[in-house]
């Protein structure tokens, strides 16, 4: 069974890893904050939650399996709302996404037009 425990965690680490990979090179590649912070967010936590599953596997240690599970549950609780927040105060202070995303549903949710950061309300 620890062969098989091992190549399982050679995996989770190993899809992991190119889920961080794919995240940095979102960081690098997309046009704006937000698509951005949305590879950083989404394929960044995938990748952190995958490696910390398999040190939790891995793991001698009950402490050590109980602080890498909690890990996880931290990642999946904070990175999508603190990624959602930071995109609501960017836009709130006119950060304005690439002429491309159509439409802006946000700005007809909160009365701003484009034209307007500051919005009529």
Known sequence: MSGFL???????IVIGALFAVVASVGLLRFPDLYTRMHAASKAGTLGSGLMLLA?????PHLDIFTRAVAGVVFFLLTAPVSA??????AYLTGVKPVPQTEPDDYSRAIGVTRSDPEGER
């Open 55 to 59: 040190l939790a596997l891995e793991a």
């Open 84 to 89: 959602h927040l930071l995109a609501r105060a």
């Open 6 to 12: 091992d190549v399982l965690v050679g995996v989770m």
